[in-house]
């Protein structure tokens, strides 16, 4: 509290609730940037590369901030409202206002800076830590002076009707500090910075992978070669090759029957070989056991959910990290499985059993996510389900590479599976006939005749 505010007694008691909405977006604002000062020094005293993902998550919370303030058609409302009252701010708030438009440019500078930084890493850091600390003292010093000179003065000189003019402006002009609908933009972005910080940072760390870093990012991390899969005398996978990087969502399409979950039983280990070899993360998988091959990370979501119909949400979701049994840290992960699908929590202690097909899907993810999956195995997901959910399933499955998790998707709704993919395989009995990026192999005539009905 400054002494200018101590001292004047307050004019309005509309005003008493705007700047109490205001001072409390600068708090979010502010946590925020303190996150920012630690992201930093955790990148120069541990040496890890930036988390690109979380950093470009808190640049576009600033620059919402920043793009609404600064996108009016006019000047912010309460400077200008400020300015008729108060002639000799002015200066001042030409200065905020103007700080709102370099800051926005920073912001561009800065994240030009982290991928450069990203890409030659450790070569760029230095600019790149520079670049944030000399932004994050600017944004400090804009809130203190709002707070510590706009506000007060604005509480002394505003009437009730100048701050029911404020409040006014936000229907029309979506003002950042007042408008309902932003303000939900801002939690979304806020919870989503906030489930990406580490734990260490007081997040809720929910990236399950190790996180996928610069030097890691599209490495090779499954490699499928001259693969052969038989039942008894019946060969069913023929010579195949795949390979799946560090962060990509593969796709598999191919018609029922065509081999897709016998693949995917092979490469958990549910399934011998007959030949060929699965490399995983450098590690020939022929003598690892299927539970070993989850402890290091191939996580499959059977065909069909498979979960365990009579016991409780609670208990599936335990089970699935059952090769984690002393690991201290499965509750919290358990919460972190709840914040991504909510009606898994609204429904903790139902039987899995009394849970709709998408809810299963839903419990079989989480399950298999509680495995802290570092390569993921979907197996038809879609499969059953309606369009509303199969779009929420897919989203999240967008999600779940948006954090770093590397995700091979099986599936006969071959349209979104490939839309989602990075790169696509299509598998006709047991033969891989096509691969290509997911976008190619959209617009492949073959692909749109035999799988898009096109
Ligand atoms: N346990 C099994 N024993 C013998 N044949 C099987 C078995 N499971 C699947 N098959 C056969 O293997 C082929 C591939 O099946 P599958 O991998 O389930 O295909 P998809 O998942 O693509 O529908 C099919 O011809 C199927 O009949
Ligand atoms: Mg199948």
């Known amino acids: 509290m400054t002494q200018e505010q101590n001292q004047v007694a307050p004019n309005s008691l509309r005003g008493e609730q705007v700047i109490r909405t205001i001072v409390r977006e600068h708090q979010g604002l502010w946590r925020i940037i303190d996150l920012m000062d630690l992201l930093e020094q955790d990148m120069n005293i541990n040496a890890n590369p930036p988390d690109e993902l979380l950093f470009n998550t808190i640049f576009d919370y600033i620059q919402h901030f920043s793009n609404r303030v600064h996108s009016q058609p006019t000047e912010i409302r309460l400077y200008a409202v400020l300015r008729e009252k108060s002639?000799?701010?002015?200066?001042?708030?030409?200065?905020?206002?103007?700080?709102?438009?370099?800051?926005?440019?920073?912001?561009?500078?800065?994240?030009?800076?982290?991928?450069?930084?990203?890409a030659n890493w450790p070569n760029g850091r230095e600019s790149f830590g520079h670049g944030l600390s000399r932004f994050s003292a600017a944004l400090r010093k804009?809130?203190?002076?709002?707070?510590?000179?706009?506000?007060?003065?604005?509480r002394s000189l505003l009437t009730d009707e100048d701050w029911n003019k404020i409040v006014a402006a936000r229907d029309q002009q979506d003002d950042p500090l007042f408008g309902d609908r932003v303000k939900e933009e801002f939690r979304d972005l806020r919870l989503k910075i906030i489930s990406l910080t580490p734990e260490r940072l007081g997040g809720l760390g929910l990236v399950h992978t190790e996180r996928v870093t610069a030097h890691k990012k599209g490495q090779e991390l499954l490699s499928i070669k001259d693969l052969v899969t038989s039942y008894g005398q019946i060969e069913v996978l023929h010579n195949i090759d795949i390979t799946i990087n560090s962060g990509e969502i593969v796709s598999l399409v191919g018609a029922n029957g065509a081999g897709k979950s016998t693949l995917l039983m092979t490469i958990s280990g549910l399934q011998p070989t007959n030949k060929g070899q699965i490399i995983f993360?450098?590690?020939?998988?022929?003598?690892?056991?299927?539970?070993?091959?989850?402890?290091?990370?191939?996580v499959q979501v059977p065909e069909g959910r498979q979960v365990f119909k009579d016991m409780t949400v609670y208990d599936n979701l335990l089970l699935g990290a059952y090769t984690r049994s002393k690991d201290p840290s499965i509750q919290d992960d358990i919460e972190k499985i709840y914040s991504k699908f909510p009606i898994l929590r609204q429904?903790?202690?139902?039987?899995?059993?009394?849970?709709?097909?998408?809810?299963?899907q839903m419990l079989a993810m989480g399950r298999a996510l509680m495995a802290r999956p570092r390569l993921l195995l979907l197996d038809e997901p879609s499969m059953g389900l309606a369009p509303l959910i199969i779009e929420e399933i897919f989203e999240?499955?967008?999600?779940?590479?948006?954090?770093?998790?590397?995700?091979?998707?099986?599936?006969?709704?071959?349209?979104?599976?490939?839309?989602?993919?990075?790169?696509?395989?299509?598998?006709?009995t047991g033969v891989v006939v096509l691969q290509g990026t997911g976008r190619e192999l959209l617009s492949n005539e073959k692909v749109r005749e035999a799988y898009l009905g096109m």
Do not use: W
Request: one cysteine or more; a negative charge; hydrophobic letters at 35%.
């Open 347 to 360: 429904k903790r202690y139902n039987l899995a059993g009394e849970l709709s097909g998408g809810q299963q």
């Open 396 to 428: 999240i499955v967008r999600e779940l590479k948006d954090e770093g998790m590397t995700i091979f998707l099986v599936e006969q709704n071959a349209s979104q599976a490939l839309a989602l993919a990075d790169r696509g395989y299509v598998l006709e």
């Open 142 to 154: 804009h809130i203190k002076k709002e707070e510590g000179v706009v506000l007060p003065r604005a």
């Open 87 to 118: 002639p000799e701010s002015g200066p001042l708030l030409d200065k905020l206002e103007k700080g709102y438009v370099i800051g926005h440019e920073k912001l561009l500078e800065l994240r030009q800076l982290l991928k450069e930084c990203m």
């Open 281 to 298: 993360d450098g590690e020939d998988l022929s003598k690892i056991s299927a539970d070993k091959r989850v402890s290091k990370g191939i």
